[in-house]
């Protein structure tokens, strides 16, 4: 499993990066045909991290194993 996250993390990245690229490319060209582009790309730049924080958020809630742990840290004296 832990290679699978690794994979998919280095995937995100990329693409992250991809996105960025697209997004810088599409602000410096001055067309009309790139401002669509340029939109799309932004919005993706901010839906898609945000979209797998909640994939991810969601997840865990899931497969949380019930160990009767609250979560809290007990302090002993």
Known sequence: ???????????????????YIITLVCAIMDKSETMGMFQASVFATVIIP?????YQFIY??????????????????
Do not use: F, N, R, S
Request: proline share 0%.
């Open 1 to 19: 499993m832990k290679k699978v996250k690794q994979i998919l993390a280095i995937l995100g990245i990329i693409i992250l990066v991809g996105l």
């Open 50 to 54: 945000v979209l797998l924080w909640a």
């Open 60 to 77: 865990k809630l899931v497969t949380k194993k019930d160990t009767g742990d609250t979560g809290k840290e007990t302090q002993t004296k």
